[in-house]
């Protein structure tokens, strides 16, 4: 086996993150050999699967002063012309960028206004090795290199796995996407800090490109979209049929059978603009018996005065077994058929008594019986 008297990494591409030297098994070297390691690069020293020294940027002579560990673990009897084996990993200083991520299922996700909603997203993110020792034992194993591709997947299922709880602490709906990307790519970064940590990478940025629902919830958001840009639906029916009424003169003849069809048709397209609201009012409002306030439709009390739909307050009578509201002169509770106790009001107060009462309990007041 020949014995090598320098060490070195020359042909590292940029997407390589590792390399080993030699490529495979190990390479016989003596104290004395030079260790050359470039700016971007570690080169870090391992005997049988375990690491002894890193080296930074340089040339190094391998001597008893520059490598005790090593020297430690071959025995204090290494002169300079004796070999031993050992592998050197060389580990890319560099930032590693335009790493992609993204969700290979849907995230089920609680929105406040839409319900449950799957979501999926992407985006990219950059990081860099700080501990190449770490990194080395922890994700290189014995593998001769390691290009960006064979790392990112890894990385990737990291990054999913702490998607879905930082999403129900950031974002409540998926309509308020767009001001929280940066937010939910801060958060991020900051939840998978110490996950990377842990393998000797720290993630240098992190960038939420996109969180995309399914195209029905897309519809839905459309449609609620389009709802508040009409706003006011009078002025918008009265706008329709009048850009109506000027397409139609645009299209008939001229003359005064023209100023005189236009203005029937301006008319028209107004009328018909006041019927469509009028029936929209229709079905979503009635007038209040007792004091004609319009109130939207299933109200069980007026907006304006207060009263109870159907049965005004002052001739309530409420049943105590159901607590159903029944008419002043019912005998029995119309829900229940429980006998009714109040018969009648005080005259002067308004209070309810019973038939047997010949004052009221509230004011005082003589009953006629």
């Not at 995230?107 to 992407?122: G, T």
């Not at 790519?185 to 996950?195: C, H, I, L, T």
């Not at 969180?211 to 006011?232: C, F, H, L, S, Y």
Request: hydrophobic content about 35%.
């Amino acid at each position: 086996m020949a014995i090598f008297d320098v060490i070195e990494s020359v042909d590292m591409g940029p997407d390589a993150i590792v390399q080993r030297w030699p490529a495979v098994g190990s390479g016989e070297i003596k104290l004395g050999s030079q260790l050359i390691v470039r700016e971007n690069q570690w080169g870090v020293f391992f005997r049988d699967g375990k690491g002894y020294d890193v080296f930074d940027a340089g040339r190094h002579t391998l001597t008893t002063g520059n490598v005790p560990l090593l020297i430690d673990l071959v025995g204090k009897h290494i002169t300079d012309g004796s070999p031993f084996k050992t592998e050197v990993y060389f580990v890319n200083k560099r930032p590693i960028r335009d790493l992609k991520w993204g969700t290979a299922e849907p995230i089920l996700f609680r929105d406040k206004e839409l319900a449950m909603v799957r979501l999926r997203s992407f985006g990219i993110f950059s990081v860099r090795v700080t501990d190449p020792m770490l990194f080395v034992n922890k994700v290189v194993g014995t593998e001769g290199r390691l290009e960006t591709r064979d790392i990112e997947g890894f990385l990737r299922s990291i990054i999913t796995a702490r998607l879905q709880d930082v999403l129900g602490e950031v974002l409540t709906s998926v309509l308020d996407l767009a001001a929280k990307y940066d937010e939910l790519g801060s958060a991020m970064k900051s939840r998978v800090r110490d996950d990377f940590g842990k393998y000797g990478i720290e993630v240098t940025d992190f960038y939420v490109n996109a969180i995309t629902p399914p195209p029905e919830v897309q519809k839905v958001i459309d449609e609620r979209t389009g709802m508040a840009a009409v706003g006011n639906l009078e002025q918008y029916y009265r706008f329709k049929a009048a850009k109506a009424v000027e397409k139609a003169s645009e299209q008939s003849g001229g003359g005064a059978g023209e100023g005189m069809g236009m203005g029937v048709g301006l008319g028209m397209g107004l009328s018909m603009a006041q019927m469509m609201v009028g029936a929209m009012r229709t079905t979503t409002e009635q007038p209040c018996p007792k004091c004609n306030q319009p109130m939207p439709t299933g109200s069980n009390f007026c907006p304006g005065c207060g009263n109870k739909i159907g049965l005004p307050d002052e001739t309530l009578i409420i049943c105590p077994e159901c607590q159903a509201d029944n008419p002043a002169k019912a005998k029995f509770c119309g829900s229940c058929g429980k006998e009714l106790p109040v018969s009648g009001h005080c005259p002067k107060c308004g209070e309810a008594v019973d038939d047997a009462d010949k004052f009221c309990p509230e004011c005082g007041e003589t009953l006629k019986k």
